[in-house]
């Protein structure tokens, strides 16, 4: 495991950086191809106003606009934190091949982050969740979802 | 309920129309404040070339550039489709009152979109997973952690 040393190490280094700079959390993340850095990416809730710019999501955003893709199957991660659940998401999403991480969700827990929580509530069932969620129109909804498996030519995502 | 379903219209409406004019999958979303839509949503995963660009996470972004927040504490969401885990987390960390859904994640499984073998994915042990991971480093990453909870005058959110 040492070649991958040094990728976690920039992850790791971009985490303080960014958020000493005043960013966001201090959370980096990089996506390698091969021996290539692909994107960097770090932490910018508080800078862009963007709950949703966590290091991986900043990350995977970066790689796939540099790669003219939105899939990321020949990449790995390598992230400063165990990721939350929504850049758990977006890892599956991307398709990337592995993730590397340092600090878990506990530790980010410990210092004052959701993450341990969102994990939680995402297990637990609907109507027992902190969020309330309700269903609402669903045969209305359905109509979209038919004209998508009707649609000609589509493109399978 | 009567007085949310418009709501949902829209964000079924918006499901349709975008994807019919190819940005992405059947997915609409809005954010809500009082009686206001403050930003509409739609996957543009396919258009953007962004596996992030899901419904809940484009409406969440643009809302908080609207109202100048990374938060939406007072905002509802009306999505067309039960959100993936990506997007339950971003709902989360946007810190949204309520979120009202069409579709489930069984409808979008059976349309073949992965939403629910994600959700599978994220209940399993990490060494269960498909994408495999492996933490690294994690004395280092922690020192970034410390380097958090000394700073001064820093923004908890």
């Keep these: 495991m040492k070649e991958k040393e040094p990728f976690m190490k920039e992850a790791i280094r971009l985490s303080e ?3 000493l700079a005043g960013f966001g959390g201090p959370f980096g993340a990089i996506v390698v191809r091969g021996e290539e850095i692909i994107a960097r990416g770090y932490n910018n809730v ?3 106003n ?6 991986e999501v900043d990350a995977i955003r970066k790689a796939c606009q540099a790669l003219d893709t939105y899939q990321l199957q020949d990449c790995e991660l390598y992230t400063s934190c165990e990721p939350c659940p ?3 998401g ?6 990337l091949k592995k993730v590397y991480y340092g600090n878990t969700r506990q530790d980010a827990a410990a210092i004052g982050f959701d993450d341990n ?6 297990t637990i069932p609907i109507d027992k969740r902190h969020i309330p969620m309700q269903q609402l129109l669903p045969q209305e909804a359905k109509t979209a979802f038919k004209a998508w498996q ?3 030519n589509k493109q399978n995502y």
């Design 117 to 122: 929580f969102i994990y939680d509530e995402i």
């Design 90 to 95: 977006a890892i599956y999403w991307a398709r």
């Design 150 to 152: 009707e649609k000609e």
């Design 50 to 55: 963007d709950p949703t710019a966590h290091a």
């Design 46 to 48: 508080l800078s862009s």
């Design 17 to 19: 950086e960014k958020m």
């Design 86 to 88: 929504m850049c758990l």
